[in-house]
């Protein structure tokens, strides 16, 4: 975990973790803290926790043992439901929670915890038993609070642990909740080193603590710190957030430039209104919501947005395409098919890129980074590395609508290695906390686009550009490719089909005109 407290991090926005993938959603955090910094911060961050719970209904809090349900029209009704119990609970007609998409989560989550666990219960009837007992905890305690599609609700768990608890906490993880568990004495704890690697729990381990302090009494202890000046000085995180400052801010409270650049990137997608695009386009990604770094990472949020139709008032569509396409970061093509004008066309030749990709979808880096015959070999090792990872996340998770085939990666992994090299130049120019590479895209016609287009916007959305492709026929051009979650679709008054932008000369300032422009891009 480095220097990220687990507080500040359990209780971070989506938009703030990093972790946010579009086809998926977000992903949930477990946070194991055993021990304790300092006594005062982390009373302090006890009492702000009880405060949230006073001030949102997404917050679970168990801190003793919880005891074994006694409800038995509630044990009957999961007993009678289990009768047609095989090998998927999923595959039942159960009700555990109220939410349907929650409930789905929760029964997939058994599926795959009890898969995990299959060699733990000694016959059917102690794994019946043990369903039970986790469906009964979870209509009890979680089937109330509000659970929002777009942040995980939190479960706290404070103190001593038993075996059927952490399971309990694992389930839920794995449907997609927010678990923290604190045990500043260390004892009486579950959760082994197998599952902490299994299931991706972050453990953080500090100075135990001898002396037995309930939950509630750290809460006033944090209220005593709160309202005194120590918290100035001893809240969670503010030593880290002090060295990053003295290490990338300058005098004036500003990112110095080119700081960010050891870090690897995160991209973020935003879901936007015209206004925003308008409003953020060309203004910094440290003032766009959702960008933040670590020592480790930079989270930079992008937009990858269709625009399709246009305004009735075709003066206001004109002055909005001049408006994103006037700016030195920005590469506009008035795109009719041609790859050549984003990468070199692809022939027979490049199918000896097979030998550089594993059945897995990874690269033979070593290969790649040193071969200078590709377009991005003039990027620093750095800036190559970063392209490669991000190929790979491309190749390996879900964003087609159609399983790439094995010709598909080779031809995707070939026009990314010969991009254009004005989208080199963008890449070696952007300084991760300024403003940042963009490329529009006029739909001359109406098309699809090829998959190893679609391939180089979405590597170029994940190393940080923004993409805007401009569809006044508001046909399906990117949609019938990717999935539909990876691009943000706006609609505006009408579709109008073979509309050409000959007429934005109209708009465009006399001078520039007549002298044209120095960022290198065309005007049409």
């Known amino acids: 975990m480095g220097n990220i407290d687990v507080f500040e991090k359990i209780f971070s926005s989506q938009s703030d973790r990093g972790n946010y993938t579009p086809s998926k959603g977000y992903l949930s955090y477990f946070y194991s803290y055993i021990g304790i910094d300092h006594e005062d911060s982390y009373n302090l961050e006890i009492f702000n926790i009880k405060n949230k719970m006073g001030s949102k209904n997404?917050?679970?809090?168990?801190?003793?043992?919880?005891?074994?349900?006694?409800?038995?029209?509630?044990?009957?009704?999961?007993?009678?439901?289990?009768?047609?119990y095989k090998s998927s609970v999923e595959d039942l007609d159960i009700d555990i929670i109220k939410s349907s998409d929650i409930n789905y989560k929760i029964k997939k989550a058994f599926d795959i915890f009890l898969g995990d666990k299959e060699l733990e219960f000694s016959n059917d009837r102690v794994k019946e038993n043990f369903i039970i007992k986790i469906m009964s905890w979870i209509k009890t305690y979680i089937n109330l609070i509000d659970i929002d599609k777009n942040e995980a609700a939190k479960i706290i768990f404070y103190g001593d642990i038993k075996k059927h608890e952490v399971y309990f906490l694992i389930i839920l993880y794995l449907a997609g909740f927010d678990i923290l568990y604190l045990n500043p004495n260390n004892k009486g704890?579950?959760?082994?080193?197998?599952?902490?690697?299994?299931?991706?729990?972050?453990?953080?381990?500090?100075?135990?603590?001898?002396?037995?302090?309930?939950?509630?009494?750290?809460?006033?202890?944090?209220?005593?710190?709160?309202?005194?000046?120590?918290?100035?000085?001893?809240?969670?995180?503010?030593?880290?957030?002090?060295?990053?400052?003295?290490e990338l801010l300058n005098d004036a409270g500003f990112i110095k430039p080119w700081q960010l650049q050891n870090r690897k990137i995160k991209s973020l997608l935003l879901s936007s209104t015209i206004d925003e695009i308008s409003?953020?386009?060309?203004?910094?990604?440290?003032?766009?919501?959702?960008?933040?770094?670590?020592?480790?990472?930079?989270?930079?949020?992008v937009f990858f947005s269709k625009i399709?139709?246009?305004?009735?008032?075709?003066?206001?569509?004109?002055?909005?395409?001049?408006?994103?396409?006037?700016?030195?970061?920005?590469?506009?093509?008035?795109?009719?098919?041609?790859?050549?004008?984003?990468?070199?066309?692809?022939?027979?030749?490049?199918?000896n890129l097979s030998f550089l990709i594993n059945k897995d979808g990874i690269l033979d880096k070593k290969s790649i980074l040193s071969d200078v015959s590709y377009s991005i070999s003039t990027l620093n090792i750095n800036q190559k590395t970063t392209v490669l990872e991000k190929i790979e996340e491309v190749i390996v998770n879900d964003m087609f609508i159609e399983t790439l085939s094995k010709e598909d990666i080779i031809k995707g992994l070939y026009t990314v290695l010969n991009m254009n090299k004005k989208f080199v130049h963008m890449i070696n120019n952007f300084?991760?906390?300024?403003?940042?590479?963009?490329?529009?895209?006029?739909?001359?016609?109406?098309?699809?686009?090829?998959?190893?287009?679609?391939?180089?916007?979405?590597?170029?959305?994940?190393?940080?550009?923004?993409?805007?492709?401009?569809?006044?026929?508001?046909?399906?051009?990117?949609?019938?490719?990717?999935?539909?979650?990876?691009?943000?679709?706006?609609?505006?008054?009408?579709?109008?089909?073979?509309?050409?932008?000959?007429?934005?000369?109209d708009t465009i300032p006399i001078l520039k005109k007549i002298f044209g422009k120095r960022s290198g891009f065309k005007w049409q």
């Open 189 to 246: 704890s579950y959760i082994t080193d197998k599952d902490k690697e299994k299931y991706n729990i972050n453990l953080k381990e500090s100075n135990i603590s001898q002396e037995e302090v309930s939950f509630k009494e750290r809460v006033s202890l944090g209220e005593v710190v709160d309202r005194t000046s120590i918290r100035k000085a001893m809240t969670i995180g503010a030593q880290a957030s002090k060295r990053i400052s003295e």
């Open 58 to 84: 997404d917050i679970v809090l168990f801190d003793e043992t919880i005891p074994n349900p006694s409800d038995f029209d509630m044990i009957n009704y999961f007993k009678g439901r289990l009768k047609l």
């Open 308 to 351: 399709n139709g246009i305004y009735n008032d075709t003066k206001q569509y004109l002055s909005f395409v001049n408006e994103i396409k006037d700016s030195e970061d920005v590469f506009f093509i008035s795109f009719n098919e041609d790859i050549n004008v984003l990468s070199k066309e692809f022939t027979r030749e490049a199918f």
């Open 431 to 505: 300084d991760y906390a300024l403003v940042n590479p963009k490329l529009v895209i006029y739909m001359e016609s109406s098309f699809v686009f090829s998959k190893e287009a679609s391939f180089l916007m979405l590597l170029l959305s994940k190393i940080g550009f923004d993409i805007i492709i401009l569809s006044p026929s508001g046909e399906n051009c990117i949609e019938n490719v990717i999935n539909n979650s990876l691009v943000d679709i706006h609609r505006l008054d009408k579709m109008v089909y073979e509309y050409r932008l000959e007429s934005s000369d």
């Open 279 to 301: 409003i953020y386009w060309k203004q910094p990604l440290k003032l766009r919501s959702g960008f933040t770094f670590d020592n480790e990472s930079v989270v930079i949020p």
